[in-house]
Every structure is written in structure tokens, then in C-alpha cells.
């Protein structure tokens, strides 16, 4: 599984950066501060949750609320996306892993156990061996023993096992726990004689209640007899009120009936002499009726000989205006011709305006080409003299910067013979194997010296000449671009010249078909201007017509047969109310009809009056069948009340018994459950008095696993197990690197003694069989074991990790080991297929196959790649 991609958003410095890892070798690269680390740093966070800033909230950039790192692993097969989230105050998102894009846990712990069960990714182990932090590159040979300790958990054996250890500690309860059981004997007795002295009670009470039962039923069976005899008199009495109550309500109703009709029949007196004087009324309407039928007659009369006088105006205009309408119409004919003639040539007109417009517009952007392309200043050898010479310029760039390159080498083989020489503690050439004294030593020191300076020297002239070389070249190929920009411009305008001449030619040609049209058109367009009044006239009177005049005359003679109609019919009606005055009549008519309604009003009161005097005997003799009701009712009230009396007595005796009881009851059941309460003391006493066997055995057992636990048994197994596969896996390693290493045996033992210290350690066979501790080995070779050993440990204990990362390797190193750890990155990309490399050092691109650099802007990391 290799690391794809890390998104940081507000993490630490970076604002919003993504950064993809394409390569093998991938080196993070810029200035100290930038934010390289911080990339590390995500991963981790990414990873394992892990960071080292302090609390988490440190990790969020300066004035955001919300930081956020994804990590995206892939192999062949999966894709994992890991999202881990990190928040101000309370509001937080949840971290969360998918698996091909399907969420499978959330949560900062699940996703990190979750991500431990799919990668076999230890935390502590990966920040021991595949995460190298600034400054660690090889603290893991100075303390090896200590840093297997760790991985292999052993700390936490020598934890559990010591003699203040949580095993020690549960024996020691267990212990206790063994002493507390053996003074449960003596609580148990005192239980059980409390136990049969609650019995005895329980007993008592029992007959106790079963005498105040009997007591109850006798009182119950006496209360039964008297409440029989009682619910009688009750019935008797509910009845005798109910039928006293409704024969008082009668009495009061008949009373107040009585009144009602003496009043009635006061006011319906007058009703025989009013319902005389009513006949009168209907002579009266009928009158009324013929008044106001003349009257209507009379106003249709007046507007039927308004209205033929007004249509015979109207037929004597609409004749007039048709004899105008036929002097008129030729002119009107005349007119319409000639708008249909305008209307046929408005189409061709049309076509030879757009036609006119084309060829206008076609010859203004001619004559704009032709001024464009007489400002081109374009000159075709210019072009082929600045390809010349860019070819020379790249070809002379070509060759220095192969001659640096060189230079840079021959400066390096220079520096490293120097420092051999500086480093060789015996007398005698490393190289050549001959006598080598101070003069010698010094002698060689100062010719390397010197032709370092005169190296350097030339590479300074070579790299200010390569300098004025590029400038020259980017102002030629700026030259050439400009030029080539020219003809292009030049070449394209010629052509669009020549598509517009033939354009306009085309255009003239279509022009000539269409001939004088403009000329017809204007003499068509004066000819109607003459005829448009004419026109005009004839649209106005166009609405005239013989069928309108046909319309209005029959209209008359329609008007003038019903005027001869109403004449007819006023006439007999005039004569018959001749001399009678309608006023007079309206005023009679009004007063009988006020009348008539006070005749219904009193037709009412009669209809009441009837049906009072109905009810009124109905009520009397209602009363006289209550009144009898009222004597055959027997109700004896002071018998009733004797009665109710002595069953409040009984009740009294009934209740008190029962308090009695339930006070028997309460103390019974209290006595009840502290029996069973006992009862449970004495059943939890015995089981756990039963467990003292139990306890002895676990705390024999807990004693023999301490025993297990110690450095001669499960930690030495562990050990050695251990031991064989990293040794294994780190010579196969430092197989892959140019070394004069055979061998690596490493030594690692279980803590023992008081003191609970170990040893362990490394050694190394060199090719001619001698043995070397790390402490003899040089500085370069110090690093390839470093990082060997982290690689074996890694492939040991995390078998589905593909990535190394190394945090500012060259931290303290010179020169020589910066150019030693160069090759043995290139070494291991064998033995792991992705390496990321955070540095400051330019010299480490030189094992880089994909390149990132990082640089500050402000306040805020910006990361770029690099090609």
C-alpha cells in the first residue's frame, strides 16, 4: 500500500494544498519554515491521529476554526480514503475511512482501528522505522534496545508482571477479599435467629386478621337487612318529592294560563268589525290597477312617436351617404390595384437593399484589410537567419551545461579524497596501501585543495557564460515568435483580401438582374398617396348600404302599427276613470291595508287564545290525577330517618375493622419482605462463602502466569523469534548497497535483574571476515545501516507497508555523507517502491524522480510541483 495523495485544508500553514506523489523517489523541497514538515506531519495525523504540536487544536491554521487532512492510499486492488477533521469548541465532523469509496467507520478511534486492522499498520512501530523525524536518522542504532523494547511491547510485560503491576495488585484484593468471606460466618448466625423470631410474628398477625374478618362479615350481613328496608322508603321518598314537585309546578302553570287568557280575550273584541270594513279593499286595487296600466300605455304611446321620428331622419342620412359611396368606388378599386402592385415589388425591393447593404459593408472592410496590410512590416529571411541561430544558442547551452556537470563531479571526487585522507588514522594509503606520513598526507590534502579552487573557478565562468547564452537565446526566440506572429497575420489577411473582391463581385452581378426597381417603386408610391383620401372616404362609408336602409325602414313600419295598437287600447280606459283622482285612491287603499294587517295580528292572538283555553283544562286534570298519586303514596319520614341513622352506625363499625386490618396487613407484609430480605441475605452469604475455594484457586493460578510472564520464559521467546526474521530481513537489505559489509548480527535480550535494565546491540562482519561495532563504522555507513534496519524492522512487524519517509535526513551531515545518503536512497528504492524525502538540500534531487517545492507566501504555504 502506497501513499497517493495528502490533502491538508487549514492545516498548520497551509491554507488549501494538494499534494500527489508520482514517483519513487518524491522529494519535498524549499526553505526552512516553508511548511515541508508540515506535510510529514498531515500524514501522520492522517495515519495514526499522531502529531507532536502540543495540544490537537495547535494543528489549525492561525485565525480558522476548522482544520481538515484526507489521506488517499492505494495497491492493486483498493483504494483507501482516510478523512480526518479537527475543531474549535464543540462542533466537530467526524473523522471517517471508505474503501473503494463506501464509508466503512467513523469516528477518530474506529477509523484508527479500522485502518490498523487493513494495513497491519502498528503506530508505535511505523513511527519507529518507515517515519524518520529531523534529526532520528540514526538514534535507532544508539538506542536499539530501548526502541525494540518498545515495539515488541515488552515494557508493558515488565508493567504487568512488577511487583506493583496490576497482577500483584488483584492478588493482593483477592486476598482481602478471602479475609472479608471468612467473618461472614458470624453475620450469617445473627441472621438466621432474627429470621425465625420474624416467622413467629408473621404467624400472629395471620390470626389476628382472620378474627377481623369474621367481625366485618356479621357487621356486613346486619347492614345488608336495615339497607334493604331502607332502599324502600328511599324509592318511596324520591317518588313522593317528584310528584309533589310537578303538582306545585301545575298549579303555578294554570295560574299563569288563566291570566293569559283574560288578556286575549280583551284584545280580540274588535276583530268581527274590522274583518266588514276589509271587503272594500279589493274594489280599491282593482281601480289602482287600471290607473297605473293607462299611465304606462300613455308613456309608450309618447316614446313609440319619439322613436319614428328619429329612424325617419336616420333612413333620409344612410340614402345620401349611399349615392356618395357610388361616385366614390372607382377610385377605391383604383387604389387597391395599385397597393397589390406595391406589395408584389416589395419583396424584390427588399432583396436588393440587402443586396445594396452587403456589397457597402463588403467594400468599407476592403479598404480597412488594405490599410492593415500596408503597416506589416514582414520579412521572410529574418525568420530562417533567427532559426540558425537559435539552433547554435541551444547547441552551445547543450555543451556548458554538460561541462558544469562535469566540473561538478571532478569538485565532488576531489572533496571526497580529501576527506578520506582527513579520516585515515593509520599510516599507510587506504587506496594504494603505501606508507603514508604527515608530509605525504598534507602534500595530497593541498594539490586536492588547489584543483578544487581552479575547478570551482572554471564552473563560476562557465555558469556566467551559460547566463549571457540563455539570455541571448530567449530574446531571439522572443524575436522569431514576434516574426512568425507577422506572416501568420500577414498570410491571413491576403486571403481575406481576396475573399472579399469576390464577394463584392458576386454582389454587383445580382444587382444588375434586379434592374431600375427603385424607380418603379417611388412612381406606384406617389400615384397611391393622390388616391388615399379617396380611399378614406370610401372605408368611412362603407358601413352604408342598401340591406342597413332595409333594416330601418322595417323598423318603421314595425313602430308605426304598435303606435296604432296602444291608440286603441287608451282609449276605453281614459273614459271609465274619468273624474276619479288616484291620489285619493292610493291614501284609501294605504288605510284598509294597515288595517288588514292589525286583522291578522288579531287572528294570532285568537288561534293563541284557543289553544290556552285547551291547555288550561288539559292542566286540571293533570292536577287532579297528581293529588291522587299523591294519597296512595305511603311515606313514612320519621321511620326513614331512624333508619338512616342506625346503618351510619353500622358503617362507622364496618370501616374502623377495616382500618383495623389494613394497619394488620401493612405490619404483615413490612414483616413479610424483611423476611425475604433476610431470606436473600442468608442465600448471598452462603455463595459467596461457597467462592472462598474459588478465590484460593485464582490466586494460585495469577501467581504461576507472574511466574510465565518473566524474562526466562514469554519474553525471551519473543525475543528470539523476533531476532532471526529482522536479521534475516536487514542483510537482505544491505545486500542491495555498495558496501564492504558482509554481515549484521544483532543482540537484543529481555530486561533482567533489580534494576530491570537490558543490553542489546549491533554488530557488523566486514568482507574480510573482521568484526566492527557501530561505533567504528564511518558516518555514511552509519546511515545505510540506519535505515536497513528501520526497513527490516518495518518488513518484520508490518508486512503491507510500501512507504519510507525521511524528515530533513541531512540535518548535520557534510558534504560527503549528504552525496553517501544520495546513493543509498537510490539503493533502497529496491526494497520499498515509494520514498518521500522532506529537505532544504539541493544535492538530495539528484535521487529525485518526482520533485515538490514548498515555499512561504505571507503567512501561508504554497506547494507546487516541479518538472
Known amino acids: 500500500m502506497r501513499i497517493e495523495k495528502v490533502l491538508l485544508n487549514n492545516f498548520i500553514s497551509h491554507e488549501k494544498s494538494e499534494v500527489e506523489f508520482k514517483g519513487e523517489v518524491n522529494v519535498i523541497i524549499g526553505p526552512n519554515g516553508a511548511g515541508k514538515s508540515s506535510i510529514i506531519d498531515a500524514i501522520a495525523f492522517g495515519l495514526f491521529r499522531e502529531q507532536s504540536r502540543g495540544v490537537v487544536e495547535n494543528l489549525i491554521r492561525r485565525g480558522m476554526n476548522r482544520s481538515s487532512v484526507t489521506l488517499i492510499l492505494t495497491d492493486d486492488k483498493n483504494k483507501i480514503i482516510i478523512e480526518r477533521n479537527i475543531s474549535k469548541g464543540n462542533s466537530s465532523i467526524e473523522d471517517r475511512i471508505l474503501v473503494n469509496g463506501k ?45 525494540m523494547n518498545s515495539i515488541l511491547k515488552l ?50 398477625l395471620k390470626e389476628e386478621i382472620l378474627k377481623i374478618n369474621k367481625e366485618i362479615e356479621e357487621f356486613e350481613r346486619e347492614y345488608q337487612k336495615l339497607n334493604n328496608e331502607f332502599q324502600i322508603l328511599e324509592n318511596k321518598k324520591e317518588e313522593y318529592i317528584k310528584i309533589k314537585t310537578s303538582l306545585e309546578e301545575r298549579k ?107 456589397k ?94 581552479e575547478l570551482r573557478k572554471e564552473k563560476s565562468y562557465i555558469e556566467s557564460r551559460l547566463k549571457e547564452i540563455i539570455l541571448e537565446l530567449n530574446k ?96 276605453p280606459l281614459k273614459i271609465e276613470l274619468e273624474g276619479i283622482k288616484k291620489d285619493e285612491i292610493e291614501k284609501r287603499v294605504d288605510e284598509l291595508e294597515k288595517k288588514r294587517v292589525k286583522i291578522e295580528y288579531l287572528k294570532g292572538l285568537k288561534s293563541r287564545l284557543d289553544k290556552d283555553l285547551e291547555d288550561y283544562q288539559n292542566l286540571r286534570n293533570e292536577i287532579e290525577i297528581l293529588e291522587r298519586k299523591l294519597i296512595e303514596i305511603s311515606f313514612d319520614e320519621n321511620k326513614y330517618n331512624i333508619l338512616k341513622n342506625n346503618l351510619e352506625i353500622l358503617q362507622n363499625n364496618i370501616n374502623g375493622k377495616k382500618v383495623e386490618k389494613s394497619r394488620k396487613e401493612g405490619e404483615l407484609n413490612s414483616e413479610i419482605n424483611e423476611i425475604t430480605n433476610l431470606k436473600n441475605q442468608l442465600n448471598n452469604l452462603e455463595e459467596q462463602l461457597k467462592s472462598r475455594e474459588k478465590i484460593q484457586n485464582a490466586i494460585n493460578k495469577l501467581r504461576k502466569i507472574r511466574e510465565a510472564l518473566g524474562e526466562n520464559r514469554l519474553q525471551s521467546y519473543i525475543i528470539m523469534a523476533t531476532k532471526q526474521i529482522i536479521e534475516n530481513n536487514l542483510n537482505d537489505i544491505i545486500s542491495k548497497f555498495d558496501l564492504s559489509i558482509k554481515n549484521v548480527e544483532i543482540e537484543l535480550a529481555p530486561k533482567s535483574g533489580k534494576s530491570r535494565s537490558s543490553k542489546g546491540g549491533i554488530i557488523v562482519y566486514t568482507n574480510n571476515g573482521e568484526q ?92 507546487r510541483e516541479e518538472t
Do not use: W
Not at 302553570?253 to 276589509?278: A, Q, V
Open 252 to 358: 303555578k302553570l294554570l295560574n299563569k294560563l288563566k291570566e293569559e287568557i283574560e288578556r286575549l280575550e280583551k284584545e280580540t273584541k274588535e276583530l268581527p268589525i274590522l274583518e266588514k270594513e276589509i271587503e272594500e279593499l279589493e274594489k280599491l286595487k282593482d281601480i289602482k290597477r287600471k290607473i297605473e296600466k293607462y299611465e304606462l300605455l300613455l308613456t309608450n304611446y309618447e316614446e313609440l312617436k319619439e322613436n319614428i321620428s328619429d329612424l325617419e331622419k336616420e333612413i333620409e342620412e344612410i340614402e345620401k351617404n349611399i349615392n356618395r359611396k357610388k361616385e366614390i368606388e372607382p377610385y377605391y378599386r383604383k387604389y387597391i390595384s395599385l397597393q397589390d402592385d406595391k406589395n408584389k415589388l416589395e419583396k424584390e425591393y427588399n432583396t436588393y437593399r440587402e443586396l445594396k447593404g452587403k
Open 772 to 863: 566492527l561495532p557501530i561505533v567504528s563504522l564511518s558516518g555514511g555507513e552509519k546511515i545505510a545501516i540506519s535505515l536497513a534496519l528501520r526497513l527490516a524492522i518495518a518488513r518484520t512487524l508490518m508486512a503491507n507497508v510500501n512507504f519510507f519517509i525521511l524528515d530533513e535526513p541531512t540535518v548535520n551531515l557534510d558534504e560527503l555523507r549528504k552525496t553517501y545518503l544520495v546513493d543509498i536512497i537510490k539503493s533502497i528504492k529496491e526494497t520499498v517502491p515509494q520514498i518521500i524525502i522532506v529537505t532544504h538540500d539541493e544535492e538530495i534531487l539528484a535521487a529525485a524522480d518526482y520533485v515538490i517545492r514548498v515555499e512561504k507566501r505571507g503567512n501561508k504555504s504554497i506547494v
Open 360 to 453: 457597402d459593408s463588403k467594400l468599407q472592410s476592403l479598404e480597412k484589410l488594405k490599410r492593415e496590410l500596408q503597416k506589416i512590416s514582414f520579412n521572410p529571411n529574418k525568420i530562417n537567419e533567427l532559426e540558425n541561430k537559435i539552433n547554435e544558442l541551444e547547441k552551445t547551452k547543450s555543451n556548458l551545461e554538460q561541462k558544469n556537470g562535469e566540473i561538478q563531479s571532478m569538485i565532488r571526487e576531489n572533496i571526497e579524497i580529501i576527506n578520506n585522507i582527513k579520516s585515515v588514522k593509520t599510516n599507510r594509503c587506504p587506496v594504494c596501501g603505501r606508507p603514508l606520513d604527515n608530509e605525504h598526507r598534507n602534500k595530497i590534502i593541498e594539490e586536492a585543495n588547489l584543483k578544487v579552487e
Open 476 to 571: 531571439a526566440k522572443l524575436d522569431y515568435k514576434k516574426n512568425i506572429e507577422e506572416k501568420a497575420k500577414y498570410e491571413k489577411i491576403i486571403i481575406q483580401i481576396k475573399e472579399y473582391e469576390e464577394d463584392i463581385s458576386r454582389l454587383e452581378k445580382e444587382l444588375e438582374k434586379l434592374g431600375d426597381i427603385e424607380k418603379t417603386k417611388n412612381e406606384i408610391e406617389k400615384e397611391l398617396e393622390k388616391l388615399k383620401d379617396y380611399y378614406d372616404e370610401y372605408l368611412k362609408l362603407s358601413k352604408f348600404s342598401e340591406d342597413s336602409a332595409k333594416v330601418k325602414k322595417d323598423k318603421l313600419i314595425e313602430y308605426k302599427k304598435k303606435k296604432d295598437e296602444i291608440e286603441k287600447e287608451l282609449m
Open 155 to 204: 515494557e508493558l510485560i515488565e508493567k504487568l508482571i512488577d511487583s506493583k503491576g496490576p497482577i500483584a495488585e488483584f492478588i493482593k484484593k483477592l486476598e482481602n477479599k478471602l479475609e472479608i468471606l471468612n467473618s461472614y460466618e458470624l453475620q450469617y448466625n445473627d441472621i438466621r435467629k432474627k429470621l425465625e423470631e420474624k416467622e413467629k410474628r408473621v404467624k400472629t
Open 103 to 147: 464509508p466503512i467507520a467513523y469516528g477518530a478511534k474506529n477509523v484508527s482501528n479500522e485502518l490498523e486492522k487493513i494495513l497491519g499498520i502498528d503506530k508505535d512501530v511505523a513511527l519507529s522505522t518507515v517515519i524518520v523525524k529531523q534529526d532520528e536518522l540514526d538514534k535507532i542504532l544508539d538506542n536499539f534496545q530501548d526502541t
